[in-house]
């Protein structure tokens, strides 16, 4: 069965250090989240991305974040100067977006720990 | 301001026992809604779609009263492995999800 992968599965970096999370969306598949859920919280969205572009973004996702897709496989979350608030275990999903089934299919995550 | 509101538990119940917990969701445009399930720092993973005339799937079973913005899961018949915490997931438009904070539920044998 096709599914989402996700690296690291662990990311430990410093305050104001920048980083990627990467992300391989399920082939075929036409949108692209990420969503962040701090430790004991709400899973909380982020940002959509679709046909190459941001289609929408939280209040989260201030300038400090970007996404992209480089290639036809892999899509990135980069925050560019990491803050112990950004702390959270951050979960990519994806949908396929050709039919009414509107299920998102969400990675395994990374643990992202700022120091 | 949209928001996604449950029950949060948690229920302690016995194998064999029924639980049921409740949503209710702020948005009356909300278009599609979710019971997804998510155990201990692994990822959400989608249970079962809502849908308007209520529906099944083995032991789980989902209202939607869209008049009051409620939605309800029952599972019957616990297993050991129900336990999990329950996320009831609101899809207000094409593009992101909204989740509650969770239902934890533990079934004890």
């Known amino acids: 069965e096709p599914e989402v992968t996700q690296t690291p599965s662990h990311q430990v970096t410093q305050m104001g250090q920048e980083v990627i999370l990467r992300c391989v969306p399920i082939s075929n598949h036409l949108y692209f989240y990420w969503y962040r859920q701090i430790l004991g919280q709400k899973v909380e969205f982020l940002v959509s991305?679709?046909?190459?572009?941001?289609?929408?973004k939280s209040e989260i996702f201030d300038d400090q974040f970007s996404v992209e897709r480089p290639d036809g496989s892999n899509f990135t979350l980069k925050i560019r100067s990491t803050k112990l608030e950004d702390s959270a275990m951050y979960f990519c999903?994806?949908?396929?977006?050709?039919?009414?089934?509107?299920?998102?299919?969400f990675g395994p995550g990374t643990r992202l720990t700022v120091l | 301001r949209k928001e996604v509101e449950q029950d949060p538990g948690p229920f302690n119940v016995p194998e064999g026992a029924t639980v049921a917990f409740n949503c209710t969701y702020s948005n009356s445009a909300s278009q599609s809604f979710f019971w997804y399930r998510q155990d201990c720092r692994k990822e959400p993973k989608l249970l079962m779609s809502?849908?308007?005339s209520g529906n099944e799937d083995g032991r789980f079973t989902a209202q939607l009263n869209r008049a009051s913005q409620y939605i309800s899961l029952l599972i019957r018949d616990s297993k050991l492995s129900d336990s999990a915490t329950y996320l009831c997931v609101v899809n207000d438009d094409d593009y992101k999800l909204s989740f509650g904070a969770g239902t934890t539920v533990t079934v004890r044998a």
């Open positions: 991305f679709y046909n190459n572009e941001i289609s929408e």
């Open positions: 999903a994806s949908r396929d977006g050709r039919n009414s089934y509107n299920e998102q299919f």
């Open positions: 809502v849908y308007s």
